[in-house]
Nanobody
Framework: QVHLVESGGGSVQPGGSLRLSCTTSGQTFSSLRMGWFRRTPGKEREFVAAISWSGTYTNYGDSVKGRFTISRDNTKNLMYLQMKDLKPEDTAIYYC???????????????WGQGTQVTVST
């Protein structure tokens, strides 16, 4: 089982930027497919971005394409989500997820973090 911890959430004004981080333990980080999801109260969980174990392949949800960038540093056991041009509708709890199998187009993950709150408002 993989233990995941997110960090970097906070409050920002519209148009601002934030970078989320996710670190793992319990499994070789470089073997994991990783992803970011978000959830807003009353809404279903939404796919944000995914990255392959090597970092070669990425996939993004339509609502964040061109504004968010997912990346990873396998030497540091860290995955990132750089968020730019943030909008109020990006307000949510952001979760990182990990899985040993699948591609960046798979939405199923076996392990999840506890989430970090991102709030975009004036």
């Amino acid at each position: 089982q993989v233990h995941l911890v997110e960090s970097g959430g906070g409050s920002v004004q519209p148009g601002g930027s934030l970078r989320l981080s996710c670190t793992t333990s319990g499994q070789t980080f470089s073997s994991l497919r990783m992803g970011w999801f978000r959830r807003t109260p009353g809404k279903e969980r939404e796919f944000v971005a995914a990255i392959s174990w090597s970092g070669t392949y990425t996939n993004y949800g339509d609502s964040v394409k061109g504004r968010f960038t997912i990346s990873r540093d396998n030497t540091k056991n860290l995955m990132y989500l750089q968020m730019k041009d943030l909008k109020p509708e990006d307000t949510a709890i952001y979760y990182c997820a990990a899985d040993l199998q699948g591609t960046v187009y798979n939405m199923d993950y076996t392990d999840w973090g506890q989430g970090t709150q991102v709030t975009v408002s004036t």
